[in-house]
């Protein structure tokens, strides 16, 4: 399935990029919002790529060299670190910020991360090579930490089943082999079969090993180091945690005087766009501008 960026027209509007302006996509991915915001900013204008993946950054490289820009800036890493990038490579404040929390058809298909129930594979489930895999993970963590995690962070009612059931049958190499014990563990009706029965613990899995809340909070509250005077920043979630922490940062930064809301509710795809790409039916935008 070719991959298709979500929210891509209400990101361009409530984002407005112009010629010459400075923008960072901090989850290159694929590269689909990327492209059309580079349209947007040449000629003279400047764009951060910045991603966790190398093979995406490898891509950014190619796909982003036909644009006129001034100056156009690659980094492997993560988006919470965005600041340092910055200041390494000597750019100013930023115009406008986008993040797509969502990871791509690309990474969950063809590159063998280990992120989907519906593939057997190695079970990695990490953005970077540096990071420990979630293989490692279930073997150092107790059981009680374990029941904590995919409660936590995935919303499992079941969790403290399910860690049970995984520490009993350790080791635990593919995504293939957790899916079937989580499936195995959970009722015949598990969500009158809305979502597939793995879904809650391979989210709760990744969101822990990728420290994906704690590097949401922390760039975050970071913004006002490094984003303009009516600078905008755009953030697409996935799941009520994520959503949650954007929110009540935004709603801060607002009581604070120190921004702007696009909306009090989030931004959601049409019918049309839920119907073209499944993918984007969870997903959430909200924009802010800074003062």
Sequence with gaps: MPHIPVLLKEVLETLN???GEFFIDGTFGNGGHAAEIAKRIKPNGIFLAVDWD???IKMAAVKMK???LRKLVFANGNYANIPDVLKKNKLPKADGLLLDLGFSSEQIEGRGLGFSFRRDEP???VYGEKQKPVHLWLEDLSEKELAGIIGKFGGERYAARVARAIKKNLPIKTTGRLAAIVENVLPKNYEHGR???ATRTFLALRVFANSELENLEKILLALPEFIKSKGRV???SYNSLEDRIVKTIFNNFYRQKKATLFAKKPITPSDGEIKE???ARSAKLRVIEFQ
Excluded: D, V
Aim: overall charge positive.
């Design 54 to 56: 190398k093979n995406a």
């Design 234 to 236: 755009a953030i697409i």
């Design 277 to 279: 790409n499944s993918r």
């Design 66 to 68: 036909s644009y006129e």
């Design 17 to 19: 990029p112009k010629p």
């Design 123 to 125: 079970l990695l489930m």
């Design 195 to 197: 979502i597939h029965p």
